[in-house]
């Protein structure tokens, strides 16, 4: 490769990525993105709409008792890509799974289904992986897809893209390419053909329920990237530089510097992606944060009738994702909503998968309070960037008359403020304990996290790829 293009720095970071290379912090947190995703997989795997993308593909694919790629909690067999496609939508179908704020992105659902695909995929094909190779290919994946994102994901957001997929494709394509030891020339291509295929639309927030299929879409996409570089076939070698039809001029109109991206493998942005502790959009939760303090302050609960008005001032981003009217129209509108987080969670004095059950969405003091709540950007908010997209001022004001003020700028879960691993630890033991029996989810997370110990990681993923009931 001759001149070093932001396309061609992504593939020689890839190509020349070791396990050596990864400090113990950023192979420990790999660890723990892998679990919280599996985690949230496994949960996605009993959701309503997750069942319809898995009846789809069994009805347009023969079943097989041969070989193939495996989803979680079934033993149905698939194509590579249409595992790959299942289980990313799995990952995202409860707004659960991990975020890098700044990047706009949720790297876990987009590349480990290409990962676990693939690792079944070399298994057919008579090659084991090992813990560290599939740990390097998951660090080249989202550091990837987190520095395109980086550079890209809020315009994405302000234009209307998902951001998540389509810069989620590139670290799809990276970590495939990785893991098939493909060359600098094929990974190059491999990047090339996944730009040519990025898409996801933002408007699918509002009730669709393809919001929660675009990762998924983007890691199938990437997948059957890497399989074409192997095969020969050829990408955008300049895709995301180009000035005219390249990545990112077209999706977000910015214009990529000489020196952008040279920071590959020397600052980590593996370590800025942090684990969700409320199972909705990460723009709500600096939110949900002062409302917890607020029923804590309280020692229980409000009810409608405590609370005269509310008024949050967010980022002109913020307002624009999730500070639209918000209408009762199932859960993927309930995660997406500001208004409704902020109500259930003053109501309940929680925010957990309970808040988001049709039960819950469709309550009449719910629905009631929502009324009370008004969402107006705060363009003071706006001059912090991308690190302060989360920035919200919440001004409540009580029936009584006085008034309380919490501001926030970076929630809980976020980079600034990390859960602890023994939270994410917890968090994966309650997701999948809906599935599998204690005993099962306590081993399943022991051999998450050392995975880089083990010689085959098929003997470790074969614990989540059988119909297991919390009775096995």
């Known amino acids: 490769m001759n001149e070093m293009t932001a396309t061609k720095k992504l593939a020689k970071f890839v190509y020349e990525l070791e396990f050596d290379h990864l400090s113990s912090e950023v192979q420990e947190h790999l660890h723990f993105c892998l679990l919280d995703a599996i985690g949230c997989g496994i949960y996605g795997s009993t959701k309503h709409w997750s069942q319809k993308v898995i009846k789809t593909f069994e009805d347009i694919v023969p079943k097989s008792d041969n070989q193939g790629a495996k989803i979680f909690g079934h033993s149905t067999n698939y194509t590579p890509d249409h595992a790959a496609l299942i289980n990313g939508t799995l990952i995202h179908c409860f707004e659960f799974d991990d975020l890098h704020k700044t990047a706009v992105i949720h790297p876990g659902a987009e590349i480990i289904p290409v990962l676990l695909a693939l690792t079944d995929y070399l298994e057919m094909n008579g090659r084991n992986v090992t813990g560290k190779e599939f740990l390097t290919a998951l660090a080249a994946g989202y550091e990837v897809g987190c520095h395109v994102g980086m550079l890209t994901g809020a315009e994405q957001l302000n234009r209307g893209f998902h951001p998540s997929a389509t810069s989620g494709i590139f670290g799809a394509a990276a970590a495939g390419a990785k893991l098939l030891n493909l060359s600098e020339e094929e990974i190059l291509h491999s990047i090339g053909i996944a730009g040519s295929q990025a ?264 614990i989540f790829h059988g119909e297991l009931t919390k009775s096995g």
Request: charged content about 20%.
């Open 199 to 462: 898409s996801g639309l933002m408007s699918a927030q509002y009730e669709a329920m393809v919001k929660r299929m675009n990762p998924g879409k983007a890691a199938q996409n990437g997948l059957l990237s890497v399989m074409l570089a192997k095969n020969g076939f050829t990408g955008i070698t300049n895709v995301i530089e180009a000035s005219y039809g390249g990545f990112a001029q077209t999706f977000a109109d910015v214009h990529i510097k000489d020196t952008d991206f040279d920071n590959l493998g020397v600052d980590f942005e593996t370590l800025n992606v942090g684990f969700k502790p409320y199972p909705c959009c990460g723009s709500n939760h600096t939110t949900i944060d002062c409302t917890l303090e607020m029923v804590k302050e309280n020692g229980a609960a409000f009810k409608v009738e405590d609370i005269k008005e509310i008024l949050i001032e967010t980022t002109t981003a913020t307002k624009h994702h999730v500070g639209w009217e918000y209408k009762a129209s199932g859960a993927i509108a309930a995660q997406m909503n500001l208004q409704y987080a902020t109500a259930v969670t003053l109501l309940d004095g929680e925010c957990t998968v309970k808040q988001y059950e049709d039960r819950k969405i469709e309550s009449e003091n719910v629905n009631a309070l929502i009324q009370k709540i008004n969402i107006e950007p705060n363009l003071e908010f706006d001059k912090s960037g991308r690190s302060g997209r989360h920035h919200i001022r919440i001004t409540t004001t009580f029936s009584d008359g006085t008034t309380k003020v919490k501001e926030k700028v970076h929630a809980k879960g976020s980079m600034v403020e990390p859960l602890t691993y023994q939270e994410v630890k917890s968090k994966f033991l309650n997701l999948v304990g809906n599935v599998y029996s204690e005993a099962t989810s306590h081993a399943l997370l022991d051999q998450l996290l050392t995975l880089e110990t083990s010689s085959d990681v098929i003997k470790v993923f074969q």
